[in-house]
Structures are given as structure tokens and as C-alpha cells.
């Protein structure tokens, strides 16, 4: 049993350039959530998906588009990266929206 | 302006004594809280949890205790254990919403052998 799994582990990009993390769930759960942390705050919200077909934005979802692609996979996209994006990126699932959330392990994103 | 405080960025406790963990939140409207754990290079991972209609919750080693008209809680951990040594995550809660959870900035705790 995996959890939440997300893909790449590490990322250099340089400012303008776009990408996209993976984040995938192996346990049947309705709702998936992506954050970032930054050096000496907790973890920010960006968006979440309380269901499949619905995305809402969190606190801090400026600069950041999410698809809900089926229920296991929840994507977040930077279409035009720049260095206050630099942040480690997790998402998160749980089985409804009121539920304990799962984390994955995190991405590690820089922007030169 | 941050509703959940975590004022001490770090602690260090000697193995089998008592470590509390302190949060201060500001919005009244908060009433579920939790706590999570992270190592280094993992995500976080949930510890423990508290209703505000509840003003203690134990599990095993953790307990944590929620005092509403402080807003205020805590997490102790007794005996401490060297696999303790972790950075602690408060994290609070509106019931009703999407569970949107506000974090805490974390405190890395060391256990001492």
C-alpha cells in the first residue's frame, strides 16, 4: 500500500518555464489537497478537490492551476514558474473533506 | 497575520522525560486541532487529534490538552524516545468546511539519549 505517492522528488526550473506534479492516491479516498512549505511556516494550502469533478482555491493559489484528473490523481501545474514558487510541495488526500488528511513525501522545487 | 502559533521554533528534552509542545491559535472559530509529525525528507504524518468539545485526548504516549478560553494546546509526550525527534506541526480547523487546515510554523523537537 503506497498512500500518496508524488512525482518528481527534486526540480530545478528556471524563471518562465512551466511544469506540472503528479501526486496519485491508493486508497479509495474522495479528497486530495496540495500545500507548500516554505523555511519557517507551516504549510499553506494551494488548492484542494473535495471530490472528484471540483477543485477550490486555499490560501495561496495565485500562479498555480490543479486538475482533478480521475480520483486517484490530482495534478498542479505552474504555467509560468518564478523564484517565490521555490518551496517544498505536498499534497495530501482524505476520505471526505472532514476526515485526517495522508500526506506524500513532498516535491522540492528551486526556481533559478 | 498567522492564526496558529508556534512560538518555539525548537526544543530538546533528555530520553524518558516529558516533552510538551505548545500552540496558540487567534480565530475563535477553530474547533478541531491536530497535531502532526515530520521527519526529515517525509511528509507529514498525523499524531493526534481534539474536538473543542473535548479538553484532553490520549493516545498511548501522546496526550494533548486543549484550553479553549486560552486558546491554547498542548502535546505532551512522556516517556520521550529518541525516534520522537521530529519537527511537530499544529494544525486547526473550522468543522463544517472542507477540513482546510492552518499549520503552525512546526517545532523541532530533540530527544536526547
Same mark, same amino acid.
Given at each position: 500500500?503506497?498512500g500518496?505517492?508524488?512525482t ?13 506534479l503528479?501526486?496519485?492516491?491508493d ?5 486530495? =489537497?496540495?500545500?507548500?512549505q ?6 499553506? &494550502?494551494?488548492?484542494? +478537490? /473535495?471530490?472528484?469533478?471540483? !477543485?477550490?482555491?486555499?490560501e495561496?493559489?495565485n500562479g =498555480?492551476?490543479?486538475s ?7 495534478? &498542479?501545474?505552474?504555467? +509560468? /514558474?518564478?523564484?517565490?514558487? !521555490? ?17 506524500g513525501?513532498g516535491t ?5 | 497575520?498567522?492564526?496558529?502559533k ?5 526544543l ?16 475563535s ?10 521527519y ?12 473543542s ?17 486560552a ?5 505532551h ?20 468546511s472542507?477540513r ?7 517545532t523541532?523537537?530533540?530527544?536526547l539519549?
Amino acid at each position: 500500500n503506497a498512500g500518496v505517492t508524488q512525482t518528481p522528488k527534486f526540480q530545478v526550473l528556471k524563471t518562465g518555464q512551466s511544469m506540472t506534479l503528479q501526486c496519485a492516491q491508493d486508497m479509495n479516498h474522495n479528497s486530495m =489537497y496540495w500545500y507548500r512549505q516554505d523555511p519557517g511556516m507551516g504549510l499553506r &494550502l494551494i488548492y484542494y +478537490s /473535495a471530490s472528484e469533478g471540483t !477543485t477550490d482555491k486555499g490560501e495561496v493559489p495565485n500562479g =498555480y492551476n490543479v486538475s482533478r484528473l480521475n480520483k486517484r490523481e490530482f495534478s &498542479l501545474r505552474l504555467e +509560468s /514558474a518564478a523564484p517565490s514558487q !521555490t518551496s517544498v510541495y505536498f499534497c495530501a488526500s482524505s476520505r471526505d473533506p472532514t476526515d485526517t488528511q495522508y500526506f506524500g513525501p513532498g516535491t522540492r522545487l528551486t526556481v533559478l | 497575520d498567522q492564526q496558529v502559533k508556534q512560538n518555539s521554533p525548537s526544543l530538546s528534552v533528555q530520553e524518558g522525560r516529558i516533552s510538551i509542545l505548545n500552540c496558540d491559535y487567534t480565530n475563535s472559530m477553530f474547533d478541531y486541532f491536530l497535531w502532526y509529525k515530520k521527519y526529515p525528507a517525509e511528509g507529514p504524518t498525523f499524531l493526534i487529534s481534539i474536538s473543542s468539545i473535548k479538553d484532553k485526548n490520549e493516545d498511548g504516549r501522546f496526550t494533548v490538552f486543549l484550553n479553549k478560553s486560552a486558546k491554547h494546546l498542548s502535546l505532551h509526550i512522556v516517556p520521550s524516545q529518541p525516534g520522537d525527534s521530529a519537527v511537530y506541526f499544529c494544525a486547526a480547523s473550522v468543522t463544517g468546511s472542507a477540513r482546510q487546515l492552518t499549520f503552525g510554523s512546526g517545532t523541532q523537537l530533540t530527544v536526547l539519549p
